[in-house]
């Protein structure tokens, strides 16, 4: 009984120290002046980066889609990088006059190795790029989404990423879960980083970095199997701009496998863990400066902690309400029933404030491609799907030998 009341009063102490964080958070993530200084140029030079690894089956919607374009894009400034001269995938990209990067260091296959490679390939061959875009082999974008980004560039911005809609969300639930993933990093988050001029959360494809900052790199410097986040903290620590443009509309797929999700989030997160291990003593370290960005280096230096510490003290509390209800069964049933009813009253009252989050999320996506029908699914089901990802997290943090694994699209 004494060990119960010690996890109810550690639950309820995480309860109001997280509230405190996110009060603190909040204001001190708004102490951020780091503003764009508008681009000179008028019609700028995009180069177009897609890591393309047996990608035949959707290369091709992609590379039509960018030919399609109401801002015009040079096909020859369309970089496909393959991993093996006979991959189909390259004459699907010949055929629309792109240009093909053969990988040359096949030990390190992961998506930051493939873009380094390019970037030092682009810059040895003599070409300036205004800025690199990255996309992944199965987006599509919208006619207008150049020309939306070009907007972007021209207002300065050293980053910009775009608004990530579904292709597929409507397959099943868990397509439309996942959908929602990006919705709650954008809808929820980066737009409000965009009032606050912070440096906005950078989500695996659909973005531009500008070529100043690629050429003083000399490439691709970001490895880790997470490389869009590790460029998100890096963003915050050096005084980058960046903005998320919800009018730059692309559509990328999602997994339908519940596993595959599993397999896919599970290295997320580990990929997140080893970004923060590279930055987070740096980010200590420079919002205590109060530099331009100190508001973002806040924000990213706290980043899910809050969310950490009640998801470990929850799983804390439910494990004790469960173990007393199976000690107390043999000896005291009256006492038995309580603990189990408090267990399942944990379980409902999380379930609720997950299924409220989603119907929040929801109502505020005005332009996410999911029918009445697969709202009204993803509705129950996701915050099953967010539990998840306290099973990935153990996942992450018990197996070394996790990398990067390809996703079959199409």
């Not at 400066?289 to 998801?311: H, M």
Request: net charge positive; with cysteine; proline share 2%.
């Amino acid at each position: 009984m004494i060990i119960l009341k010690i996890c109810d009063i550690l639950f309820i102490s995480v309860i109001i120290i997280d509230i405190i964080l996110f009060v603190i958070t909040t204001i001190r993530s708004r102490n951020n002046h780091n503003y764009p200084i508008k681009e000179s140029v008028s019609n700028p030079k995009f180069a177009i980066l897609i890591p393309a690894r047996d990608e035949s089956k959707v290369i091709e919607g992609l590379i039509k889609s960018i030919k399609g374009q109401t801002f015009k894009i040079d096909m020859k400034d369309v970089y496909v990088i393959v991993e093996d001269i006979n991959d189909y995938t390259c004459d699907i990209a010949s055929k629309y006059g792109a240009t093909t990067i053969v990988r040359k260091n096949l030990v390190l296959r992961r998506k930051g190795y493939a873009l380094d490679e390019a970037v030092k390939f682009i810059l040895d061959s003599g070409e300036k790029y205004d800025a690199y875009f990255i996309f992944d082999a199965d987006n599509v974008l919208d006619k207008d989404y150049f020309r939306n980004m070009k907007e972007t560039f021209l207002n300065g911005y050293d980053i910009g990423i775009g608004y990530r809609n579904t292709k597929n969300g409507n397959d099943n639930v868990v397509a439309a879960c996942s959908t929602l993933t990006f919705s709650m990093i954008n809808t929820l988050g980066n737009l409000q980083k965009n009032k606050d001029s912070r440096n906005v959360t950078i989500s695996g494809t659909g973005f531009y970095i500008k070529g100043s900052f690629i050429e003083k790199w000399k490439g691709y410097p970001f490895h880790t199997l997470t490389e869009d986040y590790e460029l998100t903290l890096y963003s915050s620590l050096n005084e980058m701009t960046s903005f998320y443009n919800d009018k730059a509309m692309f559509y990328d797929e999602q997994p339908t496998s519940f596993k595959v999700s599993l397999d896919q989030r599970t290295r997320w997160i580990r990929g997140f863990f080893d970004a923060r291990k590279i930055y987070v003593k740096k980010l200590y370290e420079a919002f205590k400066t109060n530099d331009r960005n100190s508001g973002s280096q806040f924000s990213n230096w706290i980043g899910v902690k809050p969310y950490i510490l009640i998801a470990i003290f929850l799983v804390l509390e439910l494990f004790a309400k469960l173990v007393a209800g199976i000690y107390y069964f043999s000896i005291n049933h009256t006492l038995a029933y309580k603990f189990f009813g408090q267990f399942l009253f944990f379980i409902i009252i999380c379930y609720i404030i997950l299924l409220i989050t989603t119907m929040i999320i929801i109502i505020r996506e005005k332009k996410i491609d999911l029918s009445m029908s697969s709202k009204i699914k993803a509705i129950f089901f996701n915050p099953i799907f967010l539990i998840s990802y306290v099973y990935c997290a153990i996942m992450a943090l018990t197996h070394k030998n996790l990398d990067w694994k390809k996703i079959n699209h199409g």
